[in-house]
């Protein structure tokens, strides 16, 4: 794995950071001397990517948490001030998707994707400013292309999304005079993800998502950590309220066109 950032000695917590892209995004930033902690719920992911990202020379922790559930983000980031002190890099990235027509799901189906994905990054957000490190921190949301491209079997996403970004741009407003910049990274379909195994779930349906995107090709969760390094590192310490799609061209190639070729007809 390439690593052309240093972060030495720097702390990071990524939120939902154990799979996919944000265990990709841990990774780099181990990889380029930082020290990584994640949580999410499943208290064995949290021990495996513990595990892997100390491997990699990181002085990690982990924390089995859910994000709609503010108190234990707040009992976790405390515990975490305590195990390794004020975070540089905070990483929030905990969601949830399956795919589904707005007049197939129920109301809390729709609901536990905002709660985990606008809710809970709201949580996470509030819950960390007091243990950031002030000025300099760097703070970046999860964000996906449903943010601001319309996708059938995607309204629950899309509206959640669409408020992570919002929450980018209105906290980036709110915390820039204390020297905390925030950004949300919106990644194009990358391959090998829960993301992808839900919303392209036959090889097919891959490759016609692959060739969709104008690079032709899924991106790679080490391609979205190198974004994250990038805005999190001083070469863009002038950056914060934007949302960087990182997707190959997805979303100005129209990902709503592509999406509609892998939803299934409605009935
Ligand atoms: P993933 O591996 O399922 O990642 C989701 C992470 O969030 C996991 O670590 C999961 O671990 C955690 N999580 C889920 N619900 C949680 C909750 N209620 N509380 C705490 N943690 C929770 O999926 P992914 O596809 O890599 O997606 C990662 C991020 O990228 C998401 O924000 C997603 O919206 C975004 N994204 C993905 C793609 C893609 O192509 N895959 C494209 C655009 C955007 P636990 O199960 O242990 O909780
Ligand atoms: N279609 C329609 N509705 C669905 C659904 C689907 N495929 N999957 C779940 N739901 C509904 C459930 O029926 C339930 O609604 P109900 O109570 O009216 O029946 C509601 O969503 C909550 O489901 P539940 O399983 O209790 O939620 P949970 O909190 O345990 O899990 C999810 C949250 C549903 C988002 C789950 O898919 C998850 O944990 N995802 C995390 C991993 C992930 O999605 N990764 C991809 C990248 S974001």
Known sequence: MSASFDFSARRVFVFGGTSGINLGIARCFASAGANVSVASRSQEKVDAAVAELRNLGSKSFGYALDVR???AVRDALAQHAKDAGDID?????AAGNFPAFANDMSANGFKAVVDIDLLGSFHVLQSAYEHLKKPGASIINISAPQAFVAMPMQSHVC???AGVDM???TLALEWGP?????NSIAPGPIEGTEGMRRLAP????????ARSVPLQRLGTTEEIGQAAMFLSSDAAQYVSGVVLPVDGGWSV???GAAALAM???HK
């Open 263 to 265: 939803a299934q007809p």
């Open 253 to 255: 190639a129209g990902a």
């Open 89 to 93: 890099i905070l990483i929030s990235g």
């Open 69 to 71: 559930d503010v108190d």
């Open 159 to 161: 509206a959640a999304k």
């Open 178 to 182: 204390a020297g905390v910049r925030i």
């Open 167 to 169: 929450l980018t741009r």
């Open 202 to 209: 036959n090889k097919k349906i891959a490759e016609q998502c």
